[in-house]
């Protein structure tokens, strides 16, 4: 091979090494040939661990899902390893598009290295040839470019710094994609006895302090907190934190304040309201003006429930602090007063700790509770008896809302679960999760359908000795089936399909539902059951239709680990709707 086409692997060998000394260490590559000289240097280097996915729409959600698991551990910091994807030019990158939005409202860190055509053959006609700089826009945090030449020594520092520069942003907060885009020339192969290793390459390093809110600002706050009587905390989603639960736990016992947790929260605790779906939605208006706050405190990401956004918005707060370290703040309830920069964790932690608790609390000698809380526990209280005694006393057919109860009933502790959007996610905000070793994980970033098999499966091949547990929709499953289309499906996977042969969302939206073109184009009716598709991809297969076969199959489903399996739930798409507007419309 000649010296520049040597010069060129040589170099973007360095890349590769670069971002892998910066822990980018989980690659998902798809085959292709202009992207061959980063898959050779990915897949030869001795510290990555790597797979490859045909479909990049499904690579870019099981990168997605891995680097979920990543985050949701609770050893995890910016120095341990990050997920990069690979794949080739055209409209291979487009494909990415959908798992970078999700990730980046998510705020998940994915680097994406897309190969490309010379730019001088841009818009010239030339095969697997788009506009590719910047072409996922505002939805990643940085866009790179590396040199499509070496042949100069400020070449070869420029791609250096570039790589080192992405990299950085990678691990510096809020996380987000970063996209690097390769020019590559021709030859992409390096000659069958050549052997190409990465130089000795410079690592730039980082070092960043811990943001901390001044004596100042700790006193303003503690003004606004005496103030008001009635506090309410909600937190958003966000991954499992324990020492971040125990905290929000000891404020509760002690301050008596209500904490509010979607289940995408992953504050799983008994103490805390996690049945505010049900009950927000049946109350008065002066029943909603009983739980009013007037001091409200929010941290996480984006919530669930649509009843909690609009009684928030209905009652607005007096005051409205958002912790959030850094990044871009959503005001959401149109109400922010206050942006607090500090890690939630660290917020809570030095409240409790160092604030006089005897002064804020206020309450008499016995310790009694106030009318505030009382109120938020009596109706999370009702709510929680009306799901239960529904499902017990109404005398109804077998719907996928009781499945899901059985399905979290029956679930085995220490588990991913990964829950499916439409309708799935809202059955489970319903019922809540009781379980704390359980990490819930969904794509509400864009809360799309696509990709929801994927993801779970990239949390499965990062977690191997965890049960990973997706419970989706049928046109979720079978929209993302290529997830499935490859050779590294992992035996902890299990998957649950609800299958009401269509799909029922718009059956169960006010509007939606009363359209004459409701089943020909909102709708989508099939035939299909799942157990073909479990053959093709290799996996066990169980199907229920009821109660009882259902409670059977849950039984074999998490006792057997040998294969991984599909579950597969049919109900009655009228029936579904019917038991769910039943319910909605019992009074609490």
């Known amino acids: 091979m ?55 729409r499904s690579a870019g959600f099981i990168a997605l899902g891995k680097a979920m698991a990543l985050l949701n551990d609770k050893n995890w910091h910016r120095e341990n390893d990050f997920v990069g994807l690979a794949c080739t030019s055209g409209s291979a990158v487009y494909n990415y598009a959908p798992a970078i939005a999700e990730a980046f409202y998510q705020q998940i860190p994915l680097l994406i290295l897309t190969a490309d055509r010379p730019p001088e053959w841009v818009g010239q006609q030339d095969g697997q040839t788009i506009q590719q700089k910047n072409i996922f826009g505002s939805h990643v945090k940085a866009f790179f ?91 958003g989603q966000n991954f499992s934190n324990l020492p971040l639960q125990q905290n ?8 008596q304040i209500p904490i509010v947790a979607d289940s995408l929260a992953n504050l799983h605790h008994s103490d805390f309201i996690h049945h505010h779906d049900i009950f927000l939605q049946n ?35 007096k005051y409205h602090l958002h912790i959030q370290a850094k990044g871009e703040v959503a005001d959401t309830f149109q109400s922010i007063t206050h ?41 999370e209280h009702l709510a929680a008896q009306k799901i239960n005694r529904f499902f017990v006393n109404e005398n109804h057919h077998f719907s996928e809302f009781e499945a899901v109860g059985e399905i979290l ?26 379980h704390q070793e359980i990490s819930v994980f969904c794509n509400r970033g864009t809360s799309g359908i696509d990709g929801c098999v994927s993801t779970a499966v990239g949390t499965a091949l990062m977690n191997p000795e965890k049960i990973t547990v997706l419970v989706v929709g049928d046109l979720s499953f079978l929209y993302d089936k290529n997830g499935l289309w490859h050779h590294h499906l992992p035996k902890n996977l299990k998957i649950i399909v609800l299958n009401n042969f269509g799909g029922n969302i718009f059956s169960m939206i006010d509007g939606a539902k009363n359209q004459p073109e409701l089943m020909t184009y909102f709708h989508t009716p099939h035939t299909q059951t799942m157990e073909k598709f479990a053959e093709i991809f290799g996996l066990a297969y169980q199907v229920a239709h009821d109660k009882h076969t259902l409670q059977a199959s849950l039984s074999i489903l998490f006792e057997n680990n040998e294969l991984p399996q599909l579950l597969e739930i049919l109900t009655d798409r009228e029936n579904n709707t019917k038991i769910w507007e039943k319910f909605k419309a019992l009074a609490i």
């Open 283 to 317: 109350l008065s208006t002066e029943q909603k003006k009983q739980i009013q706050p007037e001091i409200l405190i929010t941290f996480g990401k984006s919530l669930i429930s649509k009843s909690l956004k609009l009684f928030l918005k209905q009652f607005p707060p």
């Open 339 to 379: 942006i607090i920069r500090i890690e939630p964790n660290e917020f809570w932690k030095k409240l409790y700790e160092d604030w006089d608790l005897k002064t804020m609390l206020e309450r008499d000698e016995e310790g009694e509770k106030d009318e505030y809380i009382l109120a938020w526990e009596h109706y």
């Open 2 to 56: 000649d010296n520049f086409a040597t010069k060129t692997l040589q170099n973007l060998f360095n890349c590769i090494d670069i971002a892998v000394k910066h822990h980018i260490k989980h690659w998902i590559v798809s085959p292709g040939s202009r992207v061959a000289p980063l898959t050779l240097g990915i897949v030869r280097h001795h510290n990555t661990e790597k797979i490859t996915v045909t479909d990049e």
């Open 409 to 434: 009933e029956n679930l085995p502790k220490n588990i991913n679960l990964h829950i499916g959007n439409s309708m799935p996610i809202r059955y489970v905000n319903f019922w809540g999760i009781q």
């Open 145 to 235: 470019e590396i040199p499509v030449d070496f042949l100069h020594q400020n070449s070869i520092w420029y791609a250096e710094r570039i790589m080192n520069e992405a990299c950085l942003a990678l691990k510096t907060e809020p996380y987000a994609p970063i996209h690097i885009n390769i020019p590559i020339r021709e030859p992409f192969y390096p000659e069958k006895e050549e052997k190409i290793v990465p130089n000795t390459t410079r690592i730039w390093k980082e070092f960043s302090a811990n943001l901390q809110l001044s004596p100042q600002q700790w006193h303003e706050m503690f003004i606004l907190w005496e103030e008001c009587e009635n506090k309410l905390i909600v937190a």
């Open 248 to 255: 929000l736990q000891k404020l509760y016992q002690d301050f």
